[in-house]
């Protein structure tokens, strides 16, 4: 008899090494159903069966595998895939094929078709979840056993709210928001709709600002609040720290890594790209498309511009121009930065030529002394 983990989760089973087989939802398809599934062009047996979908590496016969560029194309030979997906200037040999516009986005819908999410959603409010009375709760929304929702807190329609989460008084919440278990939101946090917010994330916790007073570091006045825009999505134990008196804002469509430090009263601009252990630090701004690499480091008060683009570990203690390549510690313009870089590989030739030529003029200054 199933137990009700099995009712809320649904049954699941391994089917080889390379997918996930769901009780209930499996259906294996032809390779003419996967072209029309995604919009493709077929060109071999329209009647080959797949039952799964996979990389190359963990293929297993009966799957499809993608392959978006040459060189992958290449390791087909040794892959057991029935099939591939290529995009237009991938033309693989010996292996039935499909093409498309947008590999990834048609393997993702392809994946999905073999490991559909569990369509057993629970719906409603568990009795088991803290919420105050004077919380407002919008249509279909799932609220999860030891979840907790304070005073004056709004929430739209279609939210899922998972175990241990805290929203805590006059946070505003748009619809079809999902909170992942332990996210905690402060006091007066709004966010927008379909905003998705990570395991352990924390939103609007005081900013680090404190005032030496008798030479005692005092908190100051952290008044303010996060806004979160529509589309955001936020990743696991990332932190936003609310404004001085104002919001901390991030910007429509932003899409954050896990592990990301947002300081009080930065300004994050739409459709930025931030990577896990990026720290921004206090008033900074950023304009529209940003995107920032992996450990990428800003100081206080700085504006980066739209569509700028900072590498990986880049150390920002300068504003940063739009359309502009920033790298290195601390961080310039890319070619001036790769410029510096080949001179510093040069620098132990540099410094023997530099001794050989002291001792040149030494041996040259004893003659001079001799002949004198």
């Not at 899922?160 to 079809?176: D, E, M, Q, T, Y």
């Not at 739409?270 to 990026?278: E, K, T």
């Amino acid at each position: 008899m199933p137990n009700k983990q099995d009712a809320l989760l649904g049954d699941y089973l391994t089917s080889g090494e390379s997918h996930w087989m769901w009780k209930g939802f499996r259906m294996d398809l032809a390779l003419g159903d996967i072209a029309n599934l995604v919009g493709g062009q077929l060109n071999g047996d329209a009647a080959i069966p797949i039952s799964g979908a996979a990389i190359i590496r963990d293929a297993n016969a009966g799957d499809i595998t993608l392959a978006d560029k040459a060189q992958l194309a290449s390791q087909l030979a040794d892959c057991r895939a029935a099939a591939v997906l290529v995009p237009p200037d991938v033309t693989p040999s010996g292996v039935p094929f499909v093409t498309v516009s947008n590999v990834h986005a048609s393997f993702a819908k392809i994946v999905e078709h073999f490991r559909p999410h569990s369509n057993t959603q629970p719906y409603g409010v568990s009795a088991a979840a803290h919420i105050s009375p004077t919380a407002r709760i919008g249509r279909d929304v799932v609220v999860y056993p030891t979840a907790t929702i304070g005073d004056d807190v709004q929430i739209g329609e279609g939210c899922i709210i998972h175990p241990g989460v805290h929203i805590l008084a006059g946070s505003k919440i748009g619809n079809h928001v999902t909170l992942f278990p332990n996210v905690v939101l402060y006091e007066n946090t709004v966010i927008g709709d379909r905003v998705i917010i990570h395991a352990g994330a924390a939103i609007g916790a005081y900013g680090f600002g404190y005032d030496t007073v008798d030479g005692r570091h005092k908190l100051s006045a952290q008044l303010g609040y996060v806004s979160i825009a529509d589309d955001v999505e936020i990743g696991a134990g990332t932190t936003i720290d609310r404004g001085t008196y104002g919001p901390t804002s991030i910007g429509e469509g932003t899409k954050i890594d896990n592990l990301v430090m947002i300081a009080h009263n930065c300004r994050i601009g739409r459709h930025n790209l931030i990577c896990s252990q990026v720290g921004i630090a206090g008033s900074s701004t950023t304009g529209d498309y940003v995107v920032m690499a992996g450990q990428v480091g800003l100081r206080d008060h700085i504006d980066i511009g739209d569509r700028a683009i900072l590498g990986a570990k880049a150390g920002i203690m300068t504003s940063v121009p739009a359309d502009t390549v920033y790298v290195g510690i601390p961080a310039t313009a890319d070619r001036e930065q790769f410029q510096k870089q080949a001179a510093l590989a040069k620098l132990p030739d540099m410094r023997k030529q530099f001794k050989a030529l002291q001792r040149q003029v030494a041996a040259l200054a004893e003659k001079l002394n001799d002949a004198a």
